[in-house]
């Protein structure tokens, strides 16, 4: 895949305001679903359905911890992409 492309990927995967809540939550460090859902006040399979759009981007990866499934952020520079921007936006 051109780099482009992938940039356009990751991009589209960021374009809706619950992906980046959920970026921002993750970038304090690793969340099992449960907790993400709970802070965001959002139901969880909306969450859900969030995550895997992040995830099929690589945006974020998970881990296993008994039935808990944890979040963590996989590409830290969409991190600090979205703190750039958020500065400069008015």
Avoid at 21 to 28: D, K, N, P, Q, V
Avoid at 52 to 74: D, H, P, Q
Avoid at 76 to 84: E, G, R, S
Wanted: proline share 6%; glycine share 4%.
């Amino acid at each position: 895949m051109p780099k482009e492309d992938r940039v356009a990927e990751i991009f589209k995967a960021l374009g809706h305001p619950t992906r980046v809540r959920i970026i921002e939550y993750l970038s304090e460090g690793e969340k099992c679903v449960k907790d993400i859902w709970q802070e965001l006040e959002i139901p969880q399979p909306t969450v859900s359905q969030h995550i895997n759009i992040l995830k099929e981007a690589g945006i974020i990866s998970f881990r296993k911890e008994g039935v808990k499934t944890c979040y963590r952020i996989e590409m830290p520079i969409v991190v600090k992409i979205m703190k750039l921007l958020k500065e400069e936006v008015k």
